[in-house]
């Protein structure tokens, strides 16, 4: 081992954050955890991570549970953590594996839905101490100060990741890169007088800290104006399941239509396609920031005469999207 690895990896096992994915007395990990786990922290902070993780393996203890569960409750668990597609391809997958069981190669685990390399690399590493680096932006950031590459691309990134990593402790070494991304070598203010590691960096030692990596292009934000149809009995909504491939796909929301030329345009084809004669009463204006898009809702309330199934918000899986919307309805199922 390197100096480097040493030094990290001795920091690491002394500072590590306690964490309920992290059972280092155990020796190695449970594959469906630590793929639960990855999955879940990608988009979302460790805090609420942590809490969606207790939740689902209170519910889906095993890979076969999850596996057997309908995906609306799946989706249901994952409700308000966005970026809804993990939560499908996680059902996807647990139902190949249930039936194949864990892979044990990272063309197996990239095999299955919605895995790609950084999740492959992880659970591999940690739960069966496979000589296999990550790159996640935590890494990305420790990388490119260490060898002083202000705009390092994937492929450089992966090659140096691999170099360095300890193959004796693989996961070890994965989880103590992004443990000192997350929590010494941060994007700003990095602290780099008490950093294990700092006398090999080359962007310390050369005052380059704070240009290294250099900040990436801002993806512009898409305005997306619709109007919304809020159709209730006082008690009940009426909610439609979104189509499986697009966004939000799989969980339940109102009627929506997006604003091609005019507000009033918009609406009266809503109408037309809900067979609806009353135009509804303006109720307010939700705005929803997803990603790179922002949502600017218009939305209507109509009191149901028409056949359309109403049902209550608390059964099925919503977006914060649509959940900001029901708000606007008072219904009392929600209050
Ligand atoms: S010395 Fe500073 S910039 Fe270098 S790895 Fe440590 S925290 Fe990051």
């Not at 101490?129 to 990134?157: F, K, M, Q, S």
């Not at 780099?192 to 250099?214: E, G, K, M, T, Y």
């Not at 307010?284 to 600017?296: E, I, L, P, S, Y």
Request: neutral net charge; contains cysteine; glycine residues 6%.
């Amino acid at each position: 081992m390197s100096e480097l690895q040493t030094e990290l990896l001795e920091w690491y096992f002394a500072n590590a954050r306690v964490l309920p994915w992290r059972d280092r007395e155990a020796g190695t990990r449970d594959p469906y955890r630590t793929w639960l786990s990855e999955t879940l922290l990608q988009q979302t902070q460790i805090s609420r991570g942590s809490v969606y993780y207790t939740a689902f393996l209170e519910v889906f203890p095993t890979v076969q549970d999850l596996a057997d569960a309908p995906l609306e409750a799946v989706l249901k668990l994952w409700e308000g953590a966005g970026y809804y597609a993990r939560a499908r391809n996680l059902h996807a997958a647990a139902r190949v594996i249930a039936q194949h069981g864990f892979p044990t190669t990272l063309e197996g685990w990239r095999a299955l839905p919605g895995v790609g390399r950084y999740t492959a690399g992880a659970v591999l590493s940690l739960s069966r101490n496979a000589p296999l680096p990550v790159v996640d932006g935590n890494v990305r950031r420790v990388l490119a100060r260490l060898l002083v590459e202000p705009d390092p691309t994937e492929t450089w990134l992966w090659v140096q990741a691999e170099q360095l990593i300890d193959s004796s402790q693989p996961g070890a070494w994965n989880e103590a890169m992004i443990e000192l991304g997350a929590t010494v070598c941060m994007p700003r203010k990095p602290r780099c007088a008490s950093c294990p590691i700092n006398s090999h960096c080359a962007a310390f030692h050369a005052a380059r800290v704070d240009q290294i990596p250099a900040p990436k292009p801002r993806v512009a934000v898409k305005q997306i104006h619709a109007v919304a149809l809020l159709i209730t009995d006082g008690a009940r909504v009426y909610l439609e399941q979104r189509a499986l491939t697009g966004l939000l796909g799989g969980l339940h929301g109102v009627p929506l239509e997006v604003v091609a030329s005019t507000r009033d345009d918009a609406l009266a084809a809503l109408l037309e396609r809900y067979g609806l004669a009353a135009t509804g009463e303006w109720v307010g204006k939700v705005a929803h920031t997803m990603t790179h898009r922002q949502f600017q809702l218009e939305v209507y309330h109509l009191t149901s005469s028409t056949a359309l199934p109403l049902e209550s918000p608390q059964h099925v899986a919503l977006s914060k999207l649509d959940a900001k919307v029901l708000a606007l309805s008072k219904l009392e199922a929600l209050f």
